[in-house]
C-alpha cells in the first residue's frame, strides 16, 4: 500500500475555521492564519506583476521539515529537525537571524516510514497571554509549550507515548488548536482519540472519542447555536463540543487514516467539505438537528464526487465554490468545485500541485512544489495566472504565510521573505 509524499498534511494537516483560539490575534498566530481559513488582510497589493516582481528580502538555510510559519510581533516561528533532534525555531522576521533556538531529541518511532523527510510537518500555533507561548506538536507527538520571548520551556507531554496514541508512517502532522483556556490535540486510540491539555500547565482537561489519528487537522465550526471541533480522522468524521470533548455527532467513512492528509472546509452554516486523494475524494456532509436522543446533531452526506482528491494540499472556499489541486500523483490539476451541488465548474493546467493563501476577493497566492510563487484570479468563469517567481529549488510542501505586504516561505531546507509588490 503506498502512501503519500506528504505536507500540506501539514497540511495537515490540512481549511476552514481552524481556531488557533476563540478569541484572534494580530498577525498570523497559527495554521492557516489569524481566521484559520488561509484568507490574509493584505491591501493594496499588485494585481499582476508584470511591471513590478516579488522582490526576495531574505534567504537563508533552516533545517529539514515541513512546518509552516508563524508571524507574530515581527517574529517568525516555525520547526525543524536535524540529526535527530527537532527544533522551534524564533528569528527576525526583517532579518532571519535567529532569535532564539528550543531542541530536543526526537528519534523516529518504530513503524515510521519518513524517506520523504524527516519533518517536523506540524505548525506552532502562538498564543498572546501573560505571557506569551508557543505551542508545538514534533513528528513523534511531543507537544510542548515554550515562552514565545524566551524559547524556554513551560511544559511538555509526550502524547503518543504517554497515551498510546496511534504512530502513523509519515509521523505525526495535525496541527493544535487553541479553544478558551485549553489545547486541543488529536491523539488517536480508545478514550483519547482528541485530547484537551491547559495552556498553563499541560495537565489534562478532558478525553474523548474512540477512532485512531490521521494527517489531517481539525478545525472549528459552529452550528444551532454551537461551537464544534470537526475531526477528520481515520475512518470517521466526528464533531465534538470543544469545551468538554462531548459527541456531537459522528460519520463513518472508509478512508484510512494514513491516506489522509487535507484539511476540512466549513461554511459555517451547516455544511463540512472535506477530501482526500488515494482513490477517495470529495465529500460534503450536511449538519442537522438528531431526531435521536444519542447525539444533539446528525452528519448526512449531501453529496460525493471522485472528480476532486486532494492530496496533501490545502483547500480554499470562497463563496460557493472550493478551490484545490486535485489527483495523488502527477499533475496535480487545479480544480475549482461547487460546494452546494459537488459538480465541476472547471479544471485547469495552469496551477499544479501547490499550497494557496487567499490575498483578495478573488486573488490567490499559491507557492508550488517547485518552489514557484504565483498570484492567480480565481471565480467560476475561471483560472487567469496574473503572474509567476521562481524562488526556491527544491521540494516546497507548506503554505506560504502572508502579512501585509511580506510572504514567508520555506523548502524542504530553507526559509525565505519576499516581497509583494
Not at 397 to 417: E, F, G
Amino acid at each position: 500500500m503506498r502512501l503519500f509524499d506528504l505536507q500540506g498534511f501539514i497540511l495537515a494537516a490540512l481549511v476552514s475555521i481552524c481556531g488557533c483560539s476563540s478569541s484572534t490575534t494580530e498577525g498570523w498566530p497559527r495554521w492557516g492564519g489569524d481566521r484559520g481559513d488561509f484568507t490574509a488582510s493584505s491591501t493594496d497589493l499588485a494585481e499582476s506583476w508584470e511591471t513590478s516582481s516579488p522582490k526576495v528580502l531574505w534567504n537563508r538555510e533552516l533545517g529539514e521539515g515541513y512546518s509552516a510559519i508563524v508571524a507574530v510581533d515581527g517574529r517568525l516561528f516555525t520547526m525543524f529537525s536535524r540529526d535527530g533532534r527537532e527544533f522551534v525555531v524564533a528569528v527576525e522576521a526583517k532579518t532571519g537571524d535567529t532569535v532564539w533556538n528550543y531542541g530536543y531529541d526526537a528519534p523516529i518511532l518504530e513503524g515510521m516510514a519518513m524517506e520523504n523527510g524527516a519533518g517536523p510537518h506540524s505548525t506552532p500555533c502562538y498564543h498572546r497571554g501573560k505571557p506569551d507561548r508557543v505551542y508545538t506538536v514534533g513528528v513523534t507527538g511531543i507537544l510542548h509549550c515554550l515562552d514565545a520571548r524566551s524559547g524556554d520551556r513551560v511544559w511538555v507531554r509526550k502524547c503518543l507515548e504517554e497515551f498510546d496514541g496511534s504512530v502513523l508512517g509519515r509521523g505525526y502532522s495535525s496541527n493544535p488548536i487553541i479553544y478558551g483556556d485549553s489545547i486541543l490535540v488529536p491523539v488517536g486510540g480508545e478514550g483519547h482519540a482528541v485530547m484537551a491539555f491547559r495552556l498553563d500547565d499541560g495537565e489534562v482537561k478532558w478525553r474523548s472519542g474512540n477512532f485512531g489519528l490521521s494527517h489531517s487537522s481539525p478545525i472549528l465550526t459552529h452550528y444551532g447555536g454551537r461551537e464544534m471541533l470537526a475531526v477528520f480522522a481515520h475512518q470517521e468524521f466526528t464533531g465534538l463540543d470543544p469545551g468538554n470533548g462531548a459527541i456531537l455527532w459522528r460519520r463513518p467513512h472508509h478512508v484510512l487514516g494514513a491516506h489522509i492528509a487535507s484539511m476540512p472546509v466549513s461554511d459555517g452554516a451547516g455544511t463540512i467539505f472535506y477530501s482526500t486523494a488515494y482513490e477517495g475524494g470529495s465529500w460534503a456532509l450536511e449538519l442537522s438537528r438528531a431526531k435521536e436522543d444519542s447525539m444533539p446533531f446528525q452528519a448526512n452526506e449531501r453529496w460525493f464526487t471522485k472528480n476532486l482528491q486532494i492530496h496533501h494540499s490545502n483547500a480554499i472556499r470562497i463563496a460557493d465554490l472550493v478551490y484545490g489541486p486535485s489527483g495523488s500523483f502527477g499533475p496535480k490539476i487545479f480544480t475549482c468545485i461547487d460546494l452546494a451541488t459537488g459538480s465541476v465548474v472547471w479544471k485547469d493546467r495552469g496551477l499544479t500541485r501547490c499550497n494557496s493563501v487567499r490575498v483578495g476577493k478573488d486573488l490567490l497566492l499559491t507557492l508550488d512544489e517547485e518552489g514557484v510563487l504565483a498570484l492567480s484570479r480565481v471565480s467560476r468563469a475561471g483560472l487567469a495566472v496574473l503572474g509567476r517567481k521562481k524562488l526556491f529549488e527544491g521540494r516546497a510542501w507548506t503554505p506560504p504565510t502572508v502579512l501585509d505586504k511580506s510572504v514567508y516561505v520555506r523548502n524542504q531546507s530553507h526559509i525565505m521573505a519576499v516581497e509583494l509588490p
